[in-house]
C-alpha cells in the first residue's frame, strides 16, 4: 500500500482527498478549500493546490479516461 501524501499540514487534507474532490466535480482551487478546508489555514499549501487541480484538469482534457497518480512514490530504499 502507498503512502498518502499530505498536502495541508493546517487541515491534514491529503492528494488523494483533493484527488477525490476534483473527481467528484470540483473544478478549481476555490472548489477545494471549500469542500476540503485545504489551504484555508496558513495558505503555505495552495500554490500545491494550483498545480494539482491544474494538473488533473491537464490530464482529463487529453484522455479523460487516463489515471494520475497522486500518491507518494514508493521509497526507493525499500
Ligand atoms: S498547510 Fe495548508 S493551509 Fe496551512
Do not use: H, W
Not at 495552495?46 to 484538469?57: G, M, N, S, T
Request: charged share 30%.
Amino acid at each position: 500500500m502507498r503512502a498518502q501524501r499530505l498536502v495541508c499540514l493546517c487541515n491534514q487534507v491529503t492528494a488523494q482527498e483533493i484527488l477525490a474532490i476534483l473527481k467528484a466535480g470540483a473544478r478549481t482551487t476555490a472548489d477545494v478549500q471549500e469542500f476540503t478546508m485545504a489551504g484555508t489555514g496558513c495558505t503555505r499549501c495552495v500554490r500545491e493546490i494550483d498545480a494539482l487541480v491544474f494538473r488533473y484538469k491537464s490530464t482529463q482534457k487529453k484522455d479523460p479516461q487516463l489515471r494520475i497518480d497522486f500518491e507518494e512514490p514508493k521509497d526507493k530504499r525499500s
